[in-house]
T-cell receptor
Framework: DAKTTQPNSMESNEEEPVHLPCNHSTISGTDYIHWYRQLPSQGPEYVIHGLTSNVNNRMASLAIAEDRKSSTLILHRATLRDAAVYYCIPSPTGNQFYFGTGTSLTVIP | NAGVTQTPKFRILKIGQSMTLQCTQDMNHNYMYWYRQDPGMGLKLIYYSVGAGITDKGEVPNGYNVSRSTTEDFPLRLELAAPSQTSVYFC??????????FGPGTRLTVT
């Protein structure tokens, strides 16, 4: 399983964009990059996933480096509801998810 | 749709007792998962299933058993509970393995 490095914590002002980085230098060619988030006292929530090219959905965008050794989750306008722990998970399938400790995002009103 | 439901929400067990954590999903998902989350840590996969009658071990299966007799239900059995099994347990399901929907969790304390 690929090792990941994420900042322990980040802060953002409300309504500003947030860029959450993840390094996964040992990623294999078959690993997708998944992002989940966990709001306080809740189960995790799927955010986005991708393989090589950048991906967008209604929640966020995922920018994947050309060498795939890093990726960035982009929240275009942070809201208070986006305060959560964000997990970056390289994995070939969901059957092999290894959640690390993630990045705790604080959104400042 | 109710999504993924888990019962009970909370439970206190004595060392050596057994119990079953229930998980039901009404989305007709083939994939189902059990995770545990210790305080301040990320989730660890206990068992998973890719369809009725098929289960497989995850990262931390010792001390647990599962069965999958229907698409909807994926119960997790704890035999001989130990303090090390004190944790929050999350069940998840998905149509595709990449996109998992999680239940609200069961908080278990073993004393």
């Amino acid at each position: 399983d690929a090792k990941t490095t994420q900042p322990n914590s980040m802060e953002s002002n409300e309504e500003e964009p947030v860029h959450l980085p993840c390094n996964h230098s040992t990623i294999s060619g078959t690993d997708y990059i998944h992002w989940y988030r966990q709001l306080p006292s809740q189960g995790p929530e799927y955010v986005i996933h991708g393989l090589t090219s950048n991906v967008n959905n209604r929640m966020a965008s995922l920018a994947i480096a050309e060498d795939r050794k890093s990726s960035t989750l982009i929240l275009h306008r942070a809201t208070l509801r986006d305060a959560a722990v964000y997990y970056c998970i390289p994995s070939p399938t969901g059957n092999q998810f290894y959640f690390g400790t993630g990045t705790s995002l604080t959104v400042i009103p | 749709n109710a999504g993924v439901t888990q019962t009970p929400k909370f439970r206190i067990l004595k060392i050596g007792q057994s119990m079953t954590l229930q998980c039901t999903q009404d989305m007709n998902h083939n994939y189902m998962y059990w995770y545990r989350q210790d305080p301040g840590m990320g989730l660890k996969l206990i068992y998973y299933s890719v369809g009725a009658g098929i289960t497989d071990k995850g990262e931390v299966p010792n001390g647990y058993n599962v069965s999958r007799s229907t698409t909807e239900d994926f119960p997790l059995r704890l035999e001989l509970a130990a303090p090390s099994q004190t944790s929050v347990y999350f069940c998840a399901s998905g149509l595709r393995s990449a996109e998992q929907y999680f239940g609200p969790g069961t908080r278990l304390t073993v004393t």
